[in-house]
C-alpha cells in the first residue's frame, strides 16, 4: 500500500490517518487493508483521524461512510477524530451528517469512549 | 440561462486540465491559496474550496473531463472559477439540482451543495455538447 493513508494500532483500536490528496485508486488499497487487519486483530474500534484534511466533500464523505461500514460488518464501531470546524459547518451545508460513525473531539477522547464499551 | 458577467475572470491566475481525481485536488488546493493569500477566512477558505473541489469531479466523474480556469474579478473583489465540459450535458438541470438526485450512485449532493457553498453560481448545460459552471468568492 502506498504511504498516503496509514494504519496504526493504538490500544483496542485501528487508527486511519486519511492525507488530504487521497485518490480513488488508493481508497480502494485502503479498504483492503483497513478490512483484514479488522478480522486479523479483533479490534473494537476504527478511529478515521481526518485532521490533514483541508475539506471533506461528498466523495471523501463517502469513503468515510464506507469505512465505518466496512467496520460496522465486522462488529467494530467507527469514530471521526480531528474534524476542523470549518469542514463541519461546510459538511453541514452539504448535507452531510456522516450518520454511520461518532465524532470524537480526539484520539484520546475515542479512545476512553471504546474503553468504556 | 443568464449572460456571464462581462468581467468574469477578468485575470486570469491559472489553468488545468480536469482528467483524474488527482486534478480536482489541485484545482481546489490552488483556489483555497489564491483565497488565503488575499485574508479570506478559514470559513469561506473551506466553503468555496469545497464547492470548487464538487464541481471539478462532477467534470471528471460525468462530463469525461474538461478544463479548469481560475482568475480575479478586481472590479468586483471576486475570485472567478469556471470548469468546463464537452460531455453529454445535464438535460434537467432543476432536477440536477436538487439534493438527493444522482444518475451515478453517488449522494446527490454535489451541485446544490456547490451552490450553497459559493458566493455566486451559474450552470449552463447544452444537452450532448457539454455543461459550464461559474462560480465565484467575494474576497
Ligand atoms: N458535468 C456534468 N456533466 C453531465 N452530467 C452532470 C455533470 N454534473 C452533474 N451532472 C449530473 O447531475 C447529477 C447530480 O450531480 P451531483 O454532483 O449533485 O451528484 P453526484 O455527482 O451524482 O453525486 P455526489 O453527491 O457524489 O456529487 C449527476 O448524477 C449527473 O447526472
Ligand atoms: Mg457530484
Known amino acids: 500500500m502506498s504511504g498516503v493513508a496509514s494504519i496504526h494500532l493504538v490500544e483496542n483500536a485501528l487508527l486511519v490517518s486519511i492525507q488530504d490528496d487521497v485518490t480513488d485508486t488508493e481508497i480502494i488499497d485502503l479498504q483492503d487493508a483497513l478490512s483484514n487487519r479488522i478480522a486479523d486483530e479483533n479490534v473494537d474500534g476504527v478511529i478515521v483521524d481526518i485532521s490533514a484534511l483541508e475539506i471533506v466533500d461528498t466523495f471523501v464523505g463517502r469513503v468515510i461512510a464506507q469505512l465505518a461500514g466496512i467496520s460496522r460488518l465486522l462488529a467494530a464501531e467507527t469514530y471521526v477524530v480531528g474534524m476542523r470546524p470549518a469542514v463541519a459547518v461546510t459538511l453541514v451545508e452539504l448535507g452531510m451528517y456522516l450518520p454511520q460513525t461518532r465524532t470524537a473531539l480526539s484520539l484520546s477522547h475515542a479512545l476512553a469512549q471504546l474503553r468504556r464499551g | ?139
Do not use: W
Open chain 2, 1 to 139: 440561462m443568464a449572460e456571464p458577467q462581462p468581467d468574469f475572470l477578468h485575470k486570469i491566475l491559472q489553468r488545468i486540465d480536469l482528467k483524474t481525481g488527482k486534478d480536482a485536488v489541485q484545482a481546489r488546493q490552488v483556489v483555497a491559496r489564491e483565497l488565503k493569500a488575499r485574508g479570506v477566512s478559514a470559513l469561506r477558505v473551506t466553503r468555496f474550496a469545497t464547492a470548487v473541489s464538487e464541481i471539478a469531479r462532477n467534470v471528471i466523474v460525468h462530463g469525461g473531463g474538461g478544463h479548469f480556469t481560475v482568475g480575479l474579478n478586481a472590479a468586483t473583489s471576486y475570485l472567478d472559477v469556471e470548469c468546463r465540459d464537452r460531455g453529454r450535458g445535464i438535460p434537467d438541470i432543476d432536477q440536477a439540482m436538487k439534493d438527493g438526485f444522482t444518475t451515478a450512485g453517488g449522494l446527490g449532493r454535489g451541485l446544490g451543495g456547490a451552490k450553497r457553498l459559493s458566493d455566486r453560481f451559474e450552470i449552463e448545460t447544452v444537452p450532448g455538447q457539454g455543461t459550464t459552471v461559474r462560480m465565484s468568492a467575494k474576497i
